[in-house]
């Protein structure tokens, strides 16, 4: 049996970087890397660019988190996860290295990619994405061709700092000494100054990327807010020969990632899945709901994860809500994990709020899916809360 996976969070490298030396150091035997940081647009630019990579015929690893279902669908290569049974060997190994009971699961399973990357031929480049923050992450061990930054907003601020300099600051841990560093040139005075000084620090070029104009109607991920991650990857391209080829081009326009405003239907009923945790994202989700349905009322199941700031994310949601004459269900989908109905409705007891369970969910999907009506249902929120309707619809064979 393996033993369970400690849950903790540990900002720090100290333990991690003892660890990886004792295991004979498997970061430093990895093919090319580029690094990926940012409070919202990781996985996003990092699908765009694996996508591309891989149809211009090279063989690329992927590192993200979290994951829906599987630990194994966080180390992929060429979009295939680690089989369970390398998965378990590896973890067996890695489990039986002294000091492995004191790190945590990020840890662990960063160490475990580390090893089957290293390992695995041929392999011509890996795409980190880190955790959480940037600058103490597990990830930020590597040493990678270039670091890519996203966008910043609030997130994790009881680790991270309570000030967009704050956050910004550990994003930019991940510049290297002469690395290049693609980021955004969106970001306020205040981001872009942190990011400027940081890189001067570190003697490595910054290149400031604007955002798309637009993307075009045939990419699989056209939403407004994807423009940015579309920039950022097309940027990160040019360090690869045929990396504007129409090969490349192709790659970019298949790029899908699900749970990024994924979109299906039921008849003439429409689902969105979008992973907004955040303040950030849920505004950004809004902005394109806004666009693609103006005016329509649309019906909201959302459920968020008690360690985020689900205060500022209904201060986005309510004015939405109001204007449009939508509709909210909060969906208390793990009670050790979830704002629970009673926490959300005593900061908003004016606001009209039905409350559902898991099997609430999947007995609307059952019944929508044999008597569809017209309509738009929006599920939202957690990533934990979009996993399990993931799980749902991998169930009933639906997606």
Known sequence: ???????????????????????????????SCIHIAGTNGKGSTLTYLASALQAIGLSVGTYTSPHFI???????????????EQFDHLLLKLQAVPGASRLTEFEILTALAFLYFSTTKPLDIVLFETGLGGRLDATNVIDPLCAIITRIGWDHLAILGHTLEDIAR?????????????????HCDCVRDIFKKTASSQHAPIRWVSPEPSIPAHFKMNTIYQREN?????????????????????????????????????????????????????????KQLDYDFPDQPLTFMVGFYNQKDAVAMMAHLIPFLNKSDSTMALCEFDPSLCWT?????????????????????????????HRPKPGVTVITGSIYYIAHFKEMLSASATL
């Open 341 to 369: 109905y009673n926490n959300l409705h005593a900061l908003f007891p004016t606001l009209p709020l039905t409350c559902l369970s898991l099997e609430t969910v999947k007995q609307f999907l059952v019944d929508l899916y």
């Open 70 to 84: 599987s630990y194994t669908e966080r180390i992929c290569i060429n979009q295939d996860p680690i089989s369970q």
């Open 1 to 31: 049996m393996i033993q369970a996976l400690n849950p903790r969070i540990r900002y720090g490298l100290d333990e991690f970087t003892h660890f990886l030396s004792v295991l004979g150091n498997p970061q430093k035997q990895l093919p």
């Open 170 to 186: 550990e994003k930019a841990g991940i510049i290297k000494p002469t690395k290049p560093v693609l980021t955004l040139s969106s």
């Open 230 to 286: 579309l920039a950022l990857a097309k940027e990160a391209l040019s360090f690869f020969e045929n990396g504007h080829s129409d090969a490349a081009k192709t790659g970019l326009a298949e790029a899908q990632i699900w749970g990024r405003y994924h979109r299906f239907f039921y008849g003439d009923h429409c689902i969105v899945v979008d992973a907004a945790h955040n303040p950030d994202g849920m505004q950004q989700l809004l």
